[in-house]
């Protein structure tokens, strides 16, 4: 193999074979992304074989005198030339260079990096039954791997400043990206040909053993300990020391970015909240708007929890018409993400078939940017009510048809009573578009009314001891409530 590498790096290299670096650590330091998987091309490169060594001897020794005439004594056994003699020394030398652990690396980029390591990822993905077509591997590991990489950068930096050879430490390949360059393709080729995805393989690797090797860190008040090196030269061996044990490798975790989920809900009761109702500890409702979209769309994405949010809320007794709420979810870690329109139309029919307290619209999968558009504007959208109104003084259908003619009524809302335990207390102005009206009886009419979205329509209606200025009772000049109330979201682009 051809290594792509100068003569201006054969002491750098010479430096950190002999400190006790593996050749894939050997080929960062030297900025080399092709990742050797033995000693031997290192020691090719650097001239450190047995044939240079015997050429190197014989071209010393030829203008010596001779030594001593060999021994007359008779040979038992068949001896070895020095050729050989060095052959299978230098063979065994690197045998057991290959099987000392990477000071700097401690065997991560070695055993822990090969085809049998990739089996195993595999086999831990294919356990937790994902549905994906794209992958990309993630790597946690150990902190004191950065100590001793620091440790041997120090350790050639010297012969790099000898030889007037420029070289940051930034430039040196992370033993991170190292590790996913071989791995990433090798698990790919077992799972049969994937690239780049939001599925994340984590792969974590400890090494208790030096574990140690970061507290001198934990004592020291500078913020930039690293740059001098006196600090560090003051604390820590460079070369770092040569370990006994290689990284173990922890349980591989898998996870799927997030998945959203939005559309619309209709609501048809009056007495289901939006989102579980629970009080001091104890649940006040069976269920919840949220609970009966989410269990079946949770479970078809087998995901293991999701965030449910909508544009604006209905009280627990209102009624939700029209077009529907605007929904989205975000499905936490999903195990399939693959649904085309014929399966999410059959999702939605599993949620309306579910209960008939609510039913769903348009269900779609969304990108996280459409579920910030939802939320965006959200005072600028208009809504429909229609509230049935009772009066404490009787009336009659003309006492009622001047509020027809009431177009963009202002007003001064104070945050509501009976949301000031979570809602900061200000002056929120609204404005009503207009309103309509239909006699029923002398004490009671419904009104129809067109909004700015987050106009507060019960403080409206009976006043909240005068927080809402004006309102229906000063309009009416009696006391007024309202024993009904029905929302209409009438924004009409689709999520």
């Given amino acids: 193999v051809m290594l792509p590498l100068k003569d201006k790096d054969k002491p750098v290299v010479q430096k950190l074979l002999s400190a006790g670096c593996c050749a894939r650590c050997v080929l960062r330091f030297c900025c080399v992304s092709v990742q050797a998987e033995t000693l031997k091309e290192l020691h090719c490169f ?31 056994e068949p001896s070895l030339t020095g050729a050989e003699l060095d052959q299978g020394s230098t063979a065994e030398k690197l045998k057991d260079e290959e099987s000392q652990v990477c000071v700097v690396c401690l065997g991560i980029l070695q055993e822990l990096c090969d085809k049998n390591q990739a089996i195993k990822i595999v086999e831990a993905v294919k356990g937790e039954n994902y549905e994906f077509d794209t992958l990309v591997l993630s790597v946690s590991l150990p902190a004191q791997l950065c100590v001793r990489e620091h440790s041997c950068w120090l350790h050639v930096k010297t012969q790099l400043r000898e030889k007037s050879i420029i070289l940051g430490k930034d430039d040196v390949i992370q033993v991170k990206e190292a590790f996913k360059w071989i791995m990433q393709s090798l698990v790919a080729k077992e799972l ?8 994340e393989v984590g792969v974590e690797f400890t090494h208790p053993e030096t574990d140690a090797d970061c507290h001198f860190l934990y004592v020291s008040n500078s913020s930039n300990i690293f740059t001098p090196g006196l600090f560090f030269l003051s604390h820590y061996p460079c070369p770092p020391i040569q370990t006994t044990t290689r990284c173990s490798a922890q349980d591989v975790q898998c996870l799927h970015t997030s998945v959203f989920v939005a559309g619309r809900y209709n609501k048809f009761c009056r007495s289901l909240p939006q989102t579980p109702w629970v009080i001091d500890g104890e649940r006040r409702m069976e269920s919840s708007v949220e609970e009966l979209i989410a269990t079946p769309i949770v479970s078809a994405f087998r995901a293991q929890g999701f965030n449910f949010s909508s544009s604006g809320r209905e009280d627990v007794d209102v009624r939700t018409l029209g077009n529907g709420r605007p929904f989205a979810m975000e499905l936490l870690n999903p195990h399939r993400s693959r649904f085309n329109r014929v399966q999410m139309k059959q999702l939605q029919e599993t949620i309306n078939n579910s209960s008939d307290k609510i039913r769903v619209r348009d269900l779609q999968v969304v990108t996280r940017e459409a579920m910030s558009r939802m939320k965006e504007g959200e005072e600028e959208k208009t809504k429909s009510y229609t509230a049935l109104i009772w009066t404490q003084k009787p009336i009659c259908s003309e006492d009622i048809t001047f509020i027809d003619g009431i177009k963009d009524l202002t007003l001064e809302q104070k945050t509501p009573l009976r949301v000031l335990h979570r809602r900061v207390l200000a002056v929120r102005p609204r404005v009503i578009h207009s309103m309509t009206t239909r006699f029923l009886d002398p004490h009671h009419f419904y009104l129809g009314l067109k909004t700015q979205a987050g106009t507060y329509i019960k403080e409206f209606v009976h006043g909240d001891f005068g927080r809402t200025k004006p309102n229906l009772c000063q309009l009416l000049k009696t006391e007024t409530d309202i024993l009904e109330l029905d929302v209409e979201v009438g924004w009409k682009p689709l999520i």
């Fill in 46 to 76: 650097i001239g450190d074989t047995t044939d240079s060594g015997a050429a190197k001897s014989t071209e010393e020794n030829k203008d010596e005198p001779a030594e001593d005439p060999p021994s007359k004594r008779p040979k038992l």
């Fill in 192 to 199: 049969g040909g994937v690239a780049v995805s939001p599925f």
